[in-house]
């Protein structure tokens, strides 16, 4: 059973387009997040949600849009992209209270041409 | 302003031998540490922790030492195998927010266990 799953997987754009990327998490998790991988592998967070409130907004475009529907679900939607949004973008979730132990998905590659 | 570095870019060891993965950091308030890897094309996968309180946590094969006044920990794997072999991150926690911590992670180092 996957723990944090993430789709799409890749993902190859135009600049300019909106995209989403979706991801679940099955572990009963409370606190979800986004971190994002640039070109140098610096891992980077870029939001935190706990139970559908945002609770960690770093310094990131506002083109980027976290939506939580519920606790088992954060998605990204990013409009206008620029090429500099190439990255692997991943989710992950942890447990209370502090949350330091983070489990993450698989990644979503994304190219924007 | 990298505040955990992992100056070691590749580490090969031979099966069956130590593999002795290092990691520094410059933020004091840093009270939480964790290591994780990485295979390809997968997300990071937590491997083992420690708390500032503690200078050494061990699960198994993978043992983790913390030096608080060097600000510098450790990640040994004995005896290496070569299912091993792929990126570790270390990976730092001082602030959180409710629930949630900010992790601050290094670069990663690629370990190759060869036969």
């Known amino acids: 059973d996957t723990a944090v799953s993430q789709t799409p997987k890749y993902l190859v754009t135009q600049m300019g387009n909106d995209k989403s990327i979706k991801c679940e998490q099955n572990l009963g998790h409370d606190t979800m997040y986004w971190y994002k991988q640039d070109s140098k592998k610096f891992l980077k967070i870029m939001f935190s949600?706990?139970?559908?409130?945002?609770?960690i907004n770093e310094t990131v475009p506002n083109r980027f849009s976290p939506k939580s529907p519920d606790k088992a679900h954060l998605n990204l939607h990013i409009n206008s992209l620029e090429l500099g949004d190439s990255a692997v973008y991943f989710c992950?979730?942890?447990?209370?209270?502090?949350?330091?132990?983070?489990?993450f998905g698989p990644g979503t590659r994304l190219l924007v041409l | 302003d990298q505040q955990v570095k992992q100056n070691s870019p590749s580490l090969s060891v031979q099966e069956g031998r130590i593999s002795i993965l290092n990691c520094d950091y410059t933020n004091s308030m840093f009270d939480y540490f964790l290591w994780y890897k990485k295979y390809p094309a997968e997300g990071p996968t937590f491997l083992i922790s420690i708390s500032s309180i503690k200078d050494k946590n061990e699960d198994g094969r993978f043992t983790v030492f913390l030096n608080k006044s060097a600000k510098h920990l450790s990640l040994h794997i004995v005896p290496s195998q070569p299912g091993d072999s792929a990126v570790y991150f270390c990976a730092a926690s001082g602030e959180f927010r409710g629930t949630a911590s900010k992790l601050t992670f290094g670069t990663g180092t690629r370990l190759q266990v060869t036969l």
């Open positions: 949600y706990n139970n559908k409130e945002l609770i």
């Open positions: 992950a979730s942890s447990l209370q209270p502090r949350g330091e132990t983070q489990y």
